[in-house]
């Protein structure tokens, strides 16, 4: 069931065409908030494909990656609430959970850092250099 997680990749990558196509203003903000709610599930779904001989070794590499950096986010956080038990079992619903809070932390944060870019674009203008075409030298 796990490796399913992978489709999520769709999300973000529908999100980028549709967002190049459109022409939005806030094109990264978009894309963060897509790109954030996917990758602790589709990281998580990328280990699981670790029994595929060489493509599956390197995918699952990256998930493993990803997982480090984005998938105990969301655990400590329920922990730290009460949600969660330390020392118990993971169940199927609280890797739900688990995820879910994940997807909306870094959905969050990663559109926060897409409007941050998006802001920067806007504000950044360029100079109109006027260079001449012919230039007269005296002697």
Not at 26 to 46: C, D, E, H, Q, T
Not at 84 to 103: P, R, W
Request: charge should be positive.
């Amino acid at each position: 069931m796990s490796q399913w997680l992978i489709f999520l990749a769709i999300v973000p990558v529908s999100c980028f065409y549709l967002t190049k196509n459109k022409k939005t203003n806030k094109r990264f903000m978009w894309n963060g908030i897509a790109f954030g709610m996917v990758i602790a599930p589709v990281s998580f779904g990328l280990i699981q494909m670790t029994y595929i001989p060489l493509v599956g070794k390197l995918l699952g590499l990256v998930g493993v990656v990803g997982n480090l950096t984005h998938g105990s986010i969301g655990y400590l956080c329920l922990l730290g609430s009460g949600v969660l038990e330390m020392n118990t079992v993971i169940t199927a619903s609280q890797l739900v959970m688990i995820n879910v809070v994940n997807g909306v932390l870094f959905a969050y944060i990663y559109g926060l850092i897409g409007y941050a870019v998006d802001k920067k674009l806007a504000t950044e203008e360029t100079p109109a250099v006027r260079i001449p075409v012919h230039t007269v030298t005296s002697k």
